[in-house]
């Protein structure tokens, strides 16, 4: 389910994107609307996997977390 509503909201937030640099299909775009284009497909992506690498910091995974997570769930499949 959250796929799904990721596809959603990345198909939309790509539309409302493109309305406000002024995007009109099939006539001449202006350097404005060029410039949306082209940080659509550049900045605003490598922005967003720079704040993703950022948050996975405060993400504390390491080997005795993993070990806790195996043995809680280990133990809830031995009580069904």
């Known amino acids: 389910m959250a796929q799904k509503f990721g596809w959603a ?3 939309a937030l790509t539309g409302w ?18 410039f949306g284009i082209k940080s659509m497909i550049s900045w605003v992506p490598a922005i967003s996997s720079a704040l993703a690498g950022f948050m996975m910091l405060f993400y504390k995974l390491n080997e005795k977390k993993m ?11 031995a009580e069904k």
């Open 67 to 77: 070990s806790q997570i195996e043995l809680e769930l280990n133990q809830r499949r």
């Open 17 to 34: 994107m493109l309305a406000a640099f002024g995007f009109v299909a099939n006539v001449e775009q202006s350097a404005d609307t060029i």
């Open 9 to 11: 909201i990345g198909g």
